[in-house]
């Protein structure tokens, strides 16, 4: 017989936040986990986890959202490998993972979880960062270290670019209103001709002019309120889509590309332009 003084086993409220923990530790198994997976540590996971990143925003752009839903677990699989990784390390696991980012986030927003206060949006944002200033401070981190310190360099370029600026802004280095902004984009492409004019080329003061160029372009976005990340996914996208429409119209006339002028080809691509437009309108 049982013990009838024994407690029964409590039910877990998140019961497959567990199967998915058992899972990637079977996965970790070193006599019967997978063997790729036994392979990996935290560095060879990190581009895995910024292509998933990615396609979780590419699933929200297209709005579909069984695709929000896969692309999201794809995603939090790559949070519960590295958890598991830590586990073995004895470093941390999802607990201490979860706990963390809990204690922030109570502790970063007391106008919610402690003050009540009824404060604007941007009370919340000066009040975030001087919270962050003393998370550092406390962490014994130089207080006289530049603004841009905690930017991370393996960012993608274009956001660490947005975050630079955003960070020199908070402490005055800005311009307050778009037209210089407008006027240092236009002064960027004018050296980039400069460059391109000279004999010999040099191809480094090139890259770097152009280089200064997307930086300024960056800029103006910010200054848009744009976020460049997205503005230029969705031009990627916009520009993907229309001429896959060109490279259909040859392919229903039996015409591969490469036998085709570049003017035949603008032609279809202004083409599709209209009838886009016309589309948009209609």
């Known amino acids: 017989?049982?013990?009838?003084?024994?407690?029964?086993?409590?039910?877990?409220?998140?019961?497959?936040?567990?199967?998915?923990?058992?899972?990637?530790?079977?996965?970790?198994?070193?006599?019967?986990?997978?063997?790729?997976?036994?392979?990996?540590?935290?560095?060879?996971?990190?581009?895995?986890?910024?292509?998933?990143?990615?396609?979780?925003?590419?699933?929200?752009e297209n709005g579909n959202m069984q695709d929000v839903q896969d692309e999201l677990g794809d995603l939090l699989f790559q949070v519960v490998f590295y958890a598991q990784l830590g586990k073995?390390?004895?470093?941390?696991?999802?607990?201490?993972?979860?706990?963390?980012?809990?204690?922030?986030?109570?502790?970063?927003?007391?106008?919610?979880?402690?003050?009540?206060?009824?404060?604007?949006?941007?009370?919340?944002?000066?009040?975030?960062?001087?919270?962050?200033?003393?998370?550092?401070?406390?962490?014994?981190?130089?207080?006289?270290?530049?603004?841009?310190?905690?930017?991370?360099?393996?960012?993608?370029?274009?956001?660490?670019?947005?975050?630079?600026?955003?960070?020199?802004?908070?402490?005055?280095?800005?311009?307050?209103e778009v037209g210089p902004v407008l006027d240092k984009v236009q002064e960027e492409v004018s050296e980039v001709m400069e460059e391109l004019e000279q004999e010999p080329k040099n191809q480094q003061r090139i890259e770097e002019e152009v280089g200064d160029l997307l930086f300024a372009v960056v800029n103006l976005a910010r200054h848009l309120d744009v976020n460049a990340e997205t503005a230029l996914r969705k031009a990627n996208k916009k520009f993907a889509g229309r001429f896959e429409k060109v490279e259909q119209h040859f392919a229903k006339q039996n015409t591969k590309l490469s036998d085709t002028t570049l003017s035949q080809m603008e032609s279809i691509w202004l083409q599709v332009k209209r009838l886009e437009s016309e589309s948009t309108q209609s």
């Open 1 to 60: 017989m049982s013990d009838s003084t024994s407690k029964p086993q409590q039910q877990s409220d998140y019961p497959q936040v567990e199967r998915l923990l058992k899972i990637m530790q079977k996965l970790r198994d070193p006599e019967q986990g997978c063997p790729w997976d036994k392979q990996q540590s935290f560095s060879s996971i990190v581009p895995y986890t910024i292509e998933e990143a990615y396609e979780v925003a590419d699933a929200i």
């Open 88 to 176: 073995e390390q004895e470093a941390f696991d999802f607990e201490a993972i979860a706990k963390v980012i809990s204690d922030k986030l109570v502790r970063r927003h007391p106008h919610v979880f402690a003050t009540q206060q009824n404060i604007s949006s941007e009370q919340v944002s000066l009040n975030w960062e001087a919270i962050k200033r003393q998370e550092r401070a406390q962490k014994g981190e130089d207080a006289q270290a530049s603004v841009l310190a905690n930017i991370p360099v393996s960012m993608s370029p274009l956001m660490r670019a947005h975050k630079i600026q955003k960070a020199c802004a908070k402490v005055g280095f800005d311009w307050p």
